[in-house]
């Protein structure tokens, strides 16, 4: 059966005939928009970021993490060309309007164009972060890229000649819209909506946490906003300003990365389930169809007594393979407390996975945990997207107190550890946040503590962490603030880490399904192994096996031997 396996990261509609869904799982899926039947599917290298459609529909343009991105014909998916050049994953790619040239985005910090042969027609470099969108003028041809250097850049093509550079305030600016008569529409992480408009720009509030897509219909004079506050708002840009007209909450199993107008009063969004998902935003109606879940594993844990947590996509937390509670939520951390087993992750609630109860309603997705003691009593911190850690405290087993948020990073919190007395974040913007636990007390925070995302932590003991970026670099960070930087074997970005309780081996793992581990006292890396091509998402040492278990996107769990 032709389904996703993997949460669905990029959607594309042309007209009413058929939708284009890029996942997680690598695959590409073409569907038949009138009964929403698979009919062709193809894969990457890689897991698949983004999809669009040519003008005339007879093309599709896939984006993805194998550092490429892909053309095809419609409706059969043969490969037309592949376009390789870049040194890091294509996180969108888009057709000119006329011609016969695509435009990609890479975090290599640059824009390219191709033809349709695959040859490169044009770089353009000056971006300093990752570039994460880019859209064509219309009827020029000019392109529009944002990145997360806080700036979006208009280029010419095929000089590559800078036309403008439009300093955002120095806010990260995932997704530009370009309307017919050339106005900008920008999102950023501040959740606004930014029109550019000649020298003219206006700020809407528009969100309670960053906006990640902007969808422009300029025939039906509409467009989309969507955020990780879990909302979608519709516009109406036909007038001077986008007007809101209608805001709607997300189904549970909607991924607020992508979506696209499609056939009729319809948009199509991507999911963390099986296949693709409708709204009618004219009846303001989603389609109540059930879409199976996807069952990859997000964390792992390994508990006293030799037995296995899990818990990914669907939200179901298992153990040894046996459901033990369901959270209704795409889950990204499991952290034990005493009676209690915090989890959370896109709907921003912080669940007890023991039970499937809610414990706290924050206002943007979840990504990690970590625990500690405080004066004899158990504390647990959740690390969110918006930058907070959300800190609890366990006054009795089974019982969760949510404290206060501690401002851990500017950014999405990416992974939090503890070592001594000491709780270190790191995020996305790549810096890196001590605070003190005896005090809850901020320490220090070093904002170019990687050369990228950092993406995850562990503690070693004795005030000493480790941390893992996009720049295939592991850190061991001293008590006094200062990294060791070690080269590791990793050929794409490394994703989670963690160590062994006496913080001697340090265990890495990445998208590209490579594990590899270093020996601290010997100062070297251990052989690396590759138990999977899915992906690896996590990390956890079983002490009583003297092993890693390493937790994948296909779902399994695999023992890493020392």
Not at 43 to 59: E, I, K, T
Not at 120 to 147: F, K, N, P, Q, Y
Request: proline share 5%; charged share 20%; net charge negative.
């Amino acid at each position: 059966m032709i389904q996703h396996r993997g949460p669905i990261s990029g959607v594309a509609a042309y007209r009413d005939s058929y939708v284009l869904t890029a996942g997680y799982d690598n695959q590409v899926i073409l569907w038949r928009q009138s009964d929403k039947r698979p009919i062709a599917r193809s894969w990457h290298d890689h897991l698949a970021n983004q999809a669009s459609f040519s003008p005339d529909g007879r093309y599709a343009l896939t984006s993805s993490s194998d550092y490429g991105a892909r053309l095809w014909t419609v409706p059969d998916l043969r490969l037309v060309a592949v376009f390789a050049e870049q040194d890091d994953d294509v996180e969108m790619s888009v057709f000119h309007p006329a011609k016969e040239w695509v435009a990609t985005a890479s975090r290599d910090h640059r824009v390219r164009v191709y033809d349709f042969s695959g040859a490169l027609v044009s770089t353009m470099t000056g971006h300093t972060a990752d570039v994460i969108s880019v859209e064509w003028a219309r009827g020029t041809d000019e392109l529009i890229s944002s990145s997360d250097d806080g700036t979006i850049k208009r280029w010419a093509v095929p000089s590559g000649e800078l036309l403008a550079d439009l300093d955002m305030a120095g806010v990260e600016t995932d997704t530009v819209a370009i309307s017919a008569d050339g106005t900008i529409f920008a999102g950023n992480d501040n959740g606004e909506v930014i029109v550019v408009r000649g020298a003219d720009r206006t700020v809407i509030p528009a969100h309670g946490a960053g906006i990640k897509r902007l969808v422009l219909d300029n025939a039906r004079g509409l467009l989309v906003s969507l955020s990780y506050d879990r909302t979608m708002r519709l516009w109406d840009v036909s007038g001077d300003l986008p007007t809101a007209t209608a805001t709607t909450g997300l189904p549970a199993d909607v991924w607020p990365r992508s979506c696209a107008f499609a056939g009729d009063s319809s948009l199509v969004f991507a999911t963390f389930g099986s296949t693709y998902r409708t709204y009618d935003y004219v009846a303001e109606v989603w389609e109540d169809e059930p879409i199976e879940p996807t069952y990859g594993v997000n964390s792992v844990l390994a508990e006293p007594g030799g037995t296995v947590l899990t818990i990914g996509d669907a939200g179901i937390v298992w153990r040894d393979g046996a459901e033990v509670a369901t959270t209704g939520s795409l889950c990204n951390f499991l952290t034990p407390a005493p009676g209690l087993l915090f989890t959370g992750g896109q709907l921003g609630k912080v669940f007890d996975g023991l039970t499937g109860a809610e414990l706290h309603q924050h206002r943007s997705p979840l990504n990690c945990g970590a625990a500690f003691e405080r004066d004899g009593v158990p504390y647990v911190v959740v690390g969110a997207y918006t930058g907070e850690g959300l800190l609890f405290r366990v006054p009795e087993p089974g019982v969760a107190e949510y404290v206060r948020d501690l401002p851990l990073n500017g950014n999405a919190v990416k992974g939090v550890a503890v070592s001594g007395d000491y709780l270190f974040a790191v995020a996305a913007d790549a810096s890196a946040t001590w605070y003190r636990i005896s005090t809850l007390e901020a320490v220090e925070t070093v904002d170019e503590a990687h050369d990228r995302i950092a993406n995850g932590c562990a503690g070693l003991g004795g005030g000493y962490f480790a941390s893992v970026s996009r720049d295939l670099k592991l850190r061991i960070w001293s008590p006094d603030r200062t990294a060791e930087v070690i080269d590791s074997p990793h050929p794409n970005s490394i994703k989670c880490v963690s160590a062994s309780d006496d913080g001697r081996y340090v265990a890495t793992a990445g998208y590209a399904g490579l594990v590899a581990v270093y020996d601290r006292t010997a100062r070297e890396w251990l052989p690396t192994s590759r138990p999977t091509t899915a992906g690896i998402s996590s990390l956890a040492y079983d002490a009583e096996g003297g092993r890693f278990l390493a937790g994948s996107y296909d779902g399994r769990v695999y023992p890493v031997a020392l």
